[in-house]
């Protein structure tokens, strides 16, 4: 069973940083893509930035320069530098690893993290 553990959101002011992390675990021979979707109140999920493991990377055109996702392919690891953050950045952010095959499976699946709730707010 591949699990994802997110973490690193919380409190901040506007202006300020944050950067989230997610691991994922699970005899995981290989993942396509790791990204972050987010989703404010009363909003749908919505992709916020993703990157394969190639490196090619895909951003939501309302963080664009202000985010930056990185990836450790050794760790199955993803990482989401936020800086400038706004108040409407304001949600619970989730992690999504693509496309997962594992030594069980050998069969690509999709897997979500809980999410990590991040608030923008002075």
């Known amino acids: 069973q591949v699990q994802l553990v997110e973490s690193g959101g919380g409190l901040v002011q506007p202006g300020g940083s944050l950067r989230l992390s997610c691991a994922a675990s699970g005899s995981i021979l290989s993942i396509y893509a790791m990204g972050w979707y987010r989703q404010a109140p009363g909003k749908q999920r919505e992709l916020v930035a993703s990157v394969t493991s190639g490196g090619s990377t895909k951003y939501a055109d309302s963080v664009k320069g202000r985010f930056t996702i990185s990836r450790d392919n050794a760790k199955n690891t993803v990482y989401l530098q936020m800086n400038s953050l706004k108040p409407e950045d304001t949600a619970v952010y989730y992690c999504?690893?693509?496309?997962?095959?594992?030594?069980?499976?050998?069969?690509?699946?999709?897997?979500w993290g809980q999410g990590t709730q991040v608030t923008v707010s002075s």
């Open positions: 999504n690893a693509e496309s997962v095959i594992t030594i069980l499976t050998m069969v690509p699946d999709d897997y």
